[in-house]
């Protein structure tokens, strides 16, 4: 069973849509992720969610808004989007909320807007 | 900002041990130091963890100097699998949302083995 998946895997839209990218968690962990990786391969956090409480939103466009409806499962919903929002979205969990847990993370969401 | 710095790339060859260094001036008391590979098209692994002095398990040892301003991560005899990112980061376990900087993972290390 993998621990952290994702849903797409490879998601493909036109500038201006809404989408949404799944993330599922199987380890019992009480805190989720979202992580953007750029064409420069630059990891950088986007969200966190402790005990489906937001704790950490690293200056992300309003457009991106994460849903957590329990503490296995927290999604990204983006609104009309943009160019520059093509990249790959990686989800991860950990243990508790503190910044050196180890984190497990999911195998990626890549998303390409035309 | 990213609290670590690391080089940018490294090369090595097969069955060389390989050693990898990351800069982190401000750690904090209770920050640990956590490495972290990724291989193209996967998220990011945990490989390691430390708080000071060695720690070894079957894939690699990380050396933190007494000041633990530095870390190095050791990978013995590389194959060319080990070709990846690989990143430093450093927070502290007990910090709930501890700030996003311990979360930032930066660019990494790109570590290119050769046969």
């Known amino acids: 069973d993998t621990a952290v998946s994702q849903t797409p895997k490879y998601l493909v839209t036109q500038m201006g849509n809404d989408k949404s990218i799944k993330c599922e968690q199987n380890?019992?962990?009480?805190?989720m992720y979202w992580y953007k990786q750029d064409s420069k391969k630059f990891l950088k956090i986007m969200f966190s969610y402790n005990n489906k409480e937001l704790i950490i939103n690293e200056t992300v466009p309003n457009r991106f808004s994460p849903k957590s409806p329990d503490k296995a499962h927290l999604n990204l919903h983006i609104n009309s989007l943009e160019l520059g929002d093509s990249a790959v979205y990686f989800c991860?969990?950990?243990?508790?909320?503190?910044?050196?847990?180890?984190?497990?993370f999911g195998p990626g969401t890549r998303l390409l807007v035309l | 900002l990213a609290k670590t710095t690391q080089p940018i790339s490294m090369d090595s060859y097969e069955g060389q041990e390989v050693n990898i260094t990351c800069s982190h001036n401000?750690?904090?008391?209770?920050?640990?130091i956590t490495w972290y590979q990724q291989f193209p098209s996967q998220g990011p692994r945990f490989i390691i963890q430390g708080y000071k002095t060695k720690v070894t398990n079957e894939v690699a040892s990380l050396f933190i100097p007494a000041d633990r301003k530095s870390s190095t991560l050791s990978l013995p005899r590389v194959s060319l699998s080990d070709t990846a990112v690989y990143y430093c980061l450093v927070g502290d376990p007990l910090s709930i949302g501890g700030g996003a900087d311990g979360l930032t993972f930066g660019k990494g290390t790109h570590l290119i083995i050769q046969p």
């Open positions: 401000n750690i904090a008391t209770n920050d640990y």
């Open positions: 991860a969990s950990s243990t508790s909320a503190g910044a050196g847990e180890t984190q497990y």
């Open positions: 380890l019992g962990h009480d805190t």
